[in-house]
């Protein structure tokens, strides 16, 4: 049970009755306060407790099994059909909605900075108060994890290990032809070919995911390049895999950088300072630094080695041009961040420590872990091993 | 490229200067409308032509690249970090979108239902008209499809009948255990088991999904039960595979039922007679025939043999308590809807047809294929042959 406390101080201060989310359960927010997955659009209302209200009764009988609400109710238990008669189908929704916080008591609600616009309008049309909450207030309180969403995230992480294995096994079998590309069972091993067999570890161990980045050469000297074609040795192949369990829904995140034969002196330097940096990351990470902190010691690591970061050029287009980490949770980019504007962190916040420098001439270096933040420091949840060469 | 006549009517029509759109590539309206694939938000605009904005430059080269916009901007070409300074970054965002839709002299906007709050709210402050268009107009547009979205069609539907086929492999190659379970590779084979074997072979051919059905006995008789546990011989098991093609982000849709060994006598009838619905219901599919109209032709033949539709009787909670099909396209669930409110359908239109029957104590009976109206009528894309017994 997540801990609202957060979010009563906020209604408290901002003196509204309640905070309203309108949306599917692929949104974090709406999932996490409703404690409900469902795959089309309903209104939940915290108000110290929680309240469902849904269109039809499809999902009534297991939102009452399966959320924590302390109450569900349907649209037809706020006369829906005769406000349907009297003021039409569209109209009828904010009527319903409105019926719904005033049976609470209601008047004002805060919500999120996307909440749909014509429930806003309908609301306000029936004199609710409605404010976008721009401090995310219940994305803020989902950077702090329990015991049991750490455990989703350490159990998820287990199931990626198991996916590294499989696509970095593909990469040991794999011989080198004579233009330098890599062979596997005849074929050209491809980007494609790799992700396919990560995916399908994944599905093995329960988790899905949307897409998964092995790119090498300089597609790797990109970060949002998600990497395609032929595999080619000598270069550093960037693997970043980020599975959601499927059942619990939580995410793991890991990244390794492997090469298939002989790296040159600078991809193996690259290499070894980018894991002096994540180890200086580690160090800075304890509850009372900041993220900034946390991304600062990467940045010195990789300044006093003459390499460039944004820090030291904000225009930067090699080196070290990303931010260093960020929370991971039921959305795989979450609070807190590891960032020039990343706030104190706090035992519970789940982060990635992920350093790497990138440039089209040389390539692509990555390497990733995934930790929680404990009282006196952090435990990484990350067992796999780091080796450059495959 | 898509048809927009019907938007510019829109527009015309409801004196409105453009449509906006502020949401992320996973909104099939927006991915439709910009013709660009981004997993943050960002903004388009369509004034007779397509114009796309970026909070940052990091999708900018590409969404030059890929996406059909007339033109691709960035926030920084609006003034942004002077707006920061001046009226801070919540409210900067504002005065850059009224300054973009200034520079198209747009004064007002026409948007989705579900458009953000905050971007509304903000944009309204700024003097822009904004209204929801609770016709959908993009959604409307998005449900007759080109020539290459048809395509798109047909071969996620090859995929799918790929992992059908994977999956009645397994279950022909179970063999039954005393108990009534089913057995393979001396393990009981389950409904976990047996969507493992269609996702991975989904995988395989270039399709992800979130979701599958395999559903047995009382499972089976609520539509909307994903399945679980045991697989048992002699009741129905129903597999419904709804994969979306990777890389098109088009779907399909089927669903086979199947019996391992011998059904009873009322499970071979409801079979027989799903087949006729389904038939029934092809027979009316043709443009000019509303969707209303091919519901019926299904409700006819289950009313005729004596069994309850939600037309007959609108509590009915056994026989025929679903609408006959629904559109498919980038949304798996998408316009025209075959049911009591579809509307006149036209040739272009991507639609299921999957009549079904229901009832705890005998469980449940669905098939279904999906089609594309044609100018004479339609072309079923299904080639997978419908049998029950395995």
């Given amino acids: 049970m997540p801990d609202f406390a957060r979010l009563d101080d906020f209604l408290e201060s901002t003196d509204t009755d309640g905070y309203l989310i309108d949306a599917d359960s692929t949104d974090s927010d709406q999932y996490y306060l409703s404690g409900f997955d469902a795959p089309d659009p309903f209104v939940t209302l ?19 099994r399966e959320s924590r609400a302390t109450t569900v109710e349907r649209y037809v238990d706020f006369d829906h059909a005769e406000l349907v008669e009297e ?41 609710v108060d409605v404010t976008p909450d721009t401090d995310g207030t219940i994305t803020e309180i989902r950077a702090t994890k329990t015991d049991e969403e750490i455990e989703h995230v350490r159990a998820a992480q287990k199931a990626n290990e198991a996916s590294m294995q499989a696509a970095e096994d593909l990469l040991s079998a794999a011989r080198v032809a004579d233009d330098g590309t890599l062979q596997y069972d005849g074929e050209v091993l491809t980007s494609e070919r790799v992700k396919e067999e990560i995916e399908v570890t994944l599905l093995r161990h329960g988790c899905s995911l949307d897409e998964t980045i092995v790119a090498c050469g300089a597609d790797a000297a990109d970060p949002h390049d998600r990497g395609s074609g032929p595999l080619t040795a000598g270069e550093p192949i960037i693997l ?21 034969g002989e790296p040159s002196d600078t991809v193996r330097e690259w290499y070894d300072l980018t894991e002096r940096a994540k180890t200086a990351a580690f160090d800075a990470l304890e509850p009372g ?42 959305d795989i980019h979450e609070l807190p ?16 420590i992920e350093p790497g420098l990138y440039d089209p001439d040389i390539g692509g270096i990555r390497i990733e872990d995934i930790a929680v933040v404990t009282e006196d420091g952090y435990e990484n949840f990350t067992e796999y091993e780091q080796r450059l060469v495959v």
Avoid: N, Q
């Fill in 46 to 64: 915290y108000d110290g407790e929680t309240h469902l209200l849904f269109p039809r009764s499809l999902e009534f009988g297991r939102a009452k």
């Fill in 87 to 127: 003021h039409g189908s569209e109209a009828a929704v904010s009527h319903v909605l409105a019926r719904f916080l005033e049976s609470y008591g209601v008047d004002s609600v805060a919500v999120p900075p996307r909440f749909p616009l014509r429930t806003a309008d309908g609301l306000r049309a029936r004199g």
């Fill in 240 to 260: 970043d895999i980020f599975p959601r369990d499927k059942t619990t829904k939580y995410h793991a995140d890991m990244t390794r950088t492997f090469c298939k």
């Fill in 337 to 352: 961040r590891l960032s020039p504007s990343g706030d104190e962190l706090e035992p519970g916040h789940v982060v990635t």
């Fill in 289 to 330: 630094a900041t993220g900034a902190d946390v991304h600062d010691a990467v940045c010195d690591v990789y300044e006093a080695a003459g390499l460039p970061t944004l820090r030291s050029d904000d225009r930067a287009e090699t080196g070290f041009i990303h931010s260093t980490g960020h929370g991971v949770g039921l």
